[in-house]
């Protein structure tokens, strides 16, 4: 299983994967993860046409995978960010034959919070196949202190 870090350090890399799946009960690493690539794949002048915020109240998983079906414009990729994708859970199945054929040109982020998809369905073994799915699992109280020392050392504070 992937860590936060090693997922960063894919991307710095220039390692891209078309689709991320960020699910868990700790909203802090997948939001970390997600705002990593939204402010570092594609530079400034890029992001207005070829980044999209699409959130999963307001959106149906049609029109996710008909966006992530475009080619990107003014970049080699395209980044669409799905926030509160746990909204999608009754219709997120549909995912998996757009997760078998992704288009390359396109990085496709779920942030899904809260919650996890069950590993027995068909659709976390596809992702898990060929992308990269990250479970935030729950800080315990007891771990709360070596974290925030964690953090603080590596920010150099």
């Known amino acids: 299983m992937q860590t936060v870090q090693s997922i960063l350090n894919e991307i710095k890399s ?5 689709i991320y799946f960020l699910m868990g009960d700790e909203p802090f690493f997948i939001d970390q993860i997600s705002s990593f690539m939204e402010n570092n ?4 002048t890029q992001r207005g046409f070829d980044q999209t ?11 996710i995978i008909s966006c992530a079906k475009r080619y990107p414009m003014m970049a080699e990729r395209q980044v669409i960010i799905v926030k509160e994708a746990q909204n999608l859970s009754r219709t997120i199945e549909q995912l998996i034959p757009y997760a078998n054929h992704p288009q390359q040109t396109t990085t496709l982020v779920f942030c899904y919070k809260y ?9 976390y073994k596809t992702l898990s196949k060929a ?7 729950k800080i315990y109280d ?5 974290f ?10």
């Open 148 to 157: 925030i020392s964690q953090e603080l050392q590596q920010k150099n504070l």
């Open 142 to 146: 007891s771990k709360i202190p070596s």
């Open 41 to 44: 794949v594609l530079d400034e």
């Open 14 to 18: 220039g390692k891209i994967h078309p």
């Open 131 to 137: 992308h990269v799915v990250f479970e935030s699992k």
């Open 53 to 63: 915020v699409l959130y999963g109240k307001d959106i149906s998983m049609e029109e």
């Open 115 to 123: 919650k996890s998809i069950d590993k027995r369905k068909s659709l």
